[in-house]
């Protein structure tokens, strides 16, 4: 059982809003943790990582912080005083100077990645038919519509900076890597969790997996909350 003291923030990332949580908001309130999905605006990781620490000022007591994707950039720029564990669900983790297209673009690209390039307003939409092929392979049809029809698109802004000293120098971190995920290479993702000295799980779970494999995100949380629990 988790610790019901600890609350939960979960940052979503690229083409998702905070309905990509559902499943794991639904178990960890369940649970009797508080849990909240911030909502980023995708605009820049300045503004994005302002709407995570208003999104902290919300909560009470010790704070476990969970990004997916993307929004592992943003989880390692909170504010630090109550952040006690950040989880990293198949997430990009630059170092400080880095940018985060350094690290998505470090490998050559799964052959299903979809090729991607801003639009007139300089935003980066996903293409409908990749939360098939790439984005949630493993998810239902209906799951998938739902994904695409609700996805946010990022702006060249949150992924052209580079970054400050991550919060992950000095917080404990767990990193899920999804050894079948189409966007962010499994490879380039153990490249990460092993500089972070993340602990670290693997599953065969593609890009999407608090979609598609919502135990295996549980899991991580819940070790991360069972850590900060007793601490």
């Known amino acids: 059982m988790a610790a019901k003291h600890v609350s939960v ?55 476990v912080l969970a990004g997916h994707a993307y ?24 170092d400080e100077g880095e940018k985060v297209s350094d690290l998505f673009y470090r490998l050559q690209p799964h052959p299903q990645a979809p090729k991607l390039a801003p639009d007139n307003n300089g935003l ?12 949630a392979q493993h998810a239902s049809a209906a799951d998938q519509a739902l994904l695409a029809a609700a996805q946010r698109p990022i702006s060249q802004n949150c992924i052209t900076v580079p970054v400050g000293r991550p919060l992950w120098k000095e917080v404990p971190s767990w990193f899920l890597v999804a050894e079948d995920d189409r966007m962010i290479v499994a490879e380039t993702q153990r490249y990460m969790a092993e500089r972070m000295n993340a602990k670290t799980k693997a599953h065969a779970v593609d890009h999407a997996p608090s979609v598609t494999a919502p135990k295996a995100v549980l899991d991580i949380i819940h070790d991360a909350i069972g850590a900060v629990g007793v601490s």
């Open 71 to 94: 929004a592992g950039a943003v989880i390692a720029l909170a504010r630090p005083q109550r952040v006690k564990a950040l989880v990293y669900i198949t997430a990009l983790a630059p």
């Open 9 to 63: 923030v979960l940052a979503h990332g690229a083409w998702a809003d905070g309905s990509s949580w559902a499943r794991i908001i639904t178990a960890l309130t369940a649970e009797g943790v508080k849990v909240s999905a911030t909502p980023l605006p995708l605009t820049s990781l300045a503004d994005d990582a302002a709407a995570l620490n208003r999104s902290l000022d919300r909560m009470e007591g010790p704070i």
């Open 124 to 135: 980066i939409w996903l293409p409908d038919e990749a939360f098939a092929t790439a984005f």
